[in-house]
């Protein structure tokens, strides 16, 4: 097989200034794809991969993304991965925390769905970042976890709605993983070595997910080697959800 498997084909990623996005960016570049970051700050993006198209802009906000629709060509791929984390209870807590998740983590990617599905390509293929948060309920997540919920299932509409065109849809459903986003939370903490301890242990292999291993699955998804998968959600969290920590 050749090593340049994405070559001529455009991929776009969002949150690709850090993290997650970042790594799988870059893992995409070194095998040939011609990327589109997107992400709010455009330092940041150009720290990824300085010779890649960076477009500023808020996923969640539909007047900046109407105007990049319009100067956006064929894509064949998409890995709509920005996301943003706040702790949130139902009753306890604020809900204004409950609308900016849905904003941050939902109402974005559905946004890039609808203005964008219209550039994708026959047989393109879209990854979306959803949680494990979001597929059982952990104590203060609700409102991350909830809107998170909701990105798997706009993955299956997805691909329900987009199969008539061979585009395939899946969603990755990541446990904790060394980025900023958790990193920054522990730091915060009272007691920031024992937070990540406990971290480590809600999984069998007792420690937490690296951001390129995340990037494997993602090219993979978006890969020619994943043609008949379509409508997942797929855990990648070191065997939380199958395996009690006790
Ligand atoms: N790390 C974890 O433990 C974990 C676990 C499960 C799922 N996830 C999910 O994984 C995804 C990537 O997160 P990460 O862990 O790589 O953390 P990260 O380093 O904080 O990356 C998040 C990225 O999203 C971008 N972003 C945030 N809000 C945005 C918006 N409104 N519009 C455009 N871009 C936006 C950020 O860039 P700007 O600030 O420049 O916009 C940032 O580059 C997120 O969806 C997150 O919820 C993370």
Not at 6 to 26: H, K, N
Not at 69 to 76: E, F, I, T, V, Y
Not at 166 to 176: E, K, L, M, S
Request: glycine share 12%.
């Amino acid at each position: 097989m050749s090593n340049q498997p994405f070559e001529g084909r455009q991929i776009l990623v969002t949150g690709a200034g850090s993290g997650i996005g970042r790594a799988t960016a870059r893992r995409l570049s070194s095998m040939g794809a011609e990327l589109i970051l997107i992400g709010r700050r455009l330092d940041k993006l150009k720290e990824t991969l300085p010779k890649a198209q960076s477009i500023g802009l808020d996923h969640s906000n539909q007047s900046e993304l109407i105007k990049f629709s319009k100067q956006c060509g064929p894509l064949d791929g998409m890995f709509l991965n920005a996301g943003s984390y706040e702790t949130g209870n139902v009753e306890k807590g604020d809900p204004a925390i409950f609308h900016h998740m849905i904003q941050q983590n939902l109402a974005g990617p559905w946004n890039m769905a609808h203005y964008l599905g219209p550039h994708l390509t026959e047989g393109a293929s879209v990854v979306l970042t959803g949680s494990n948060v979001g597929i059982r309920a952990v104590p203060l997540q609700a409102a991350y976890g909830v809107a998170k919920a909701g990105v798997h299932m706009l993955a299956q509409y997805l691909a329900q709605e987009w199969a008539p065109r061979q585009i395939r849809v899946n969603a990755i459903a990541p446990g904790p993983v060394a980025t900023d986003m958790l990193l920054d939370r522990v730091k915060d903490s009272l007691e920031p070595e024992q937070s990540l301890n406990n971290l480590k242990k809600v999984n069998p292999l007792n420690r937490i997910g690296q951001a390129e291993e995340i990037a494997s699955l993602v090219v993979y998804l978006l890969g020619s080697e994943s043609q008949w998968l379509t409508g997942a959600v797929i855990p990648f969290d070191g065997g939380a959800g199958a395996v009690h920590p006790g």
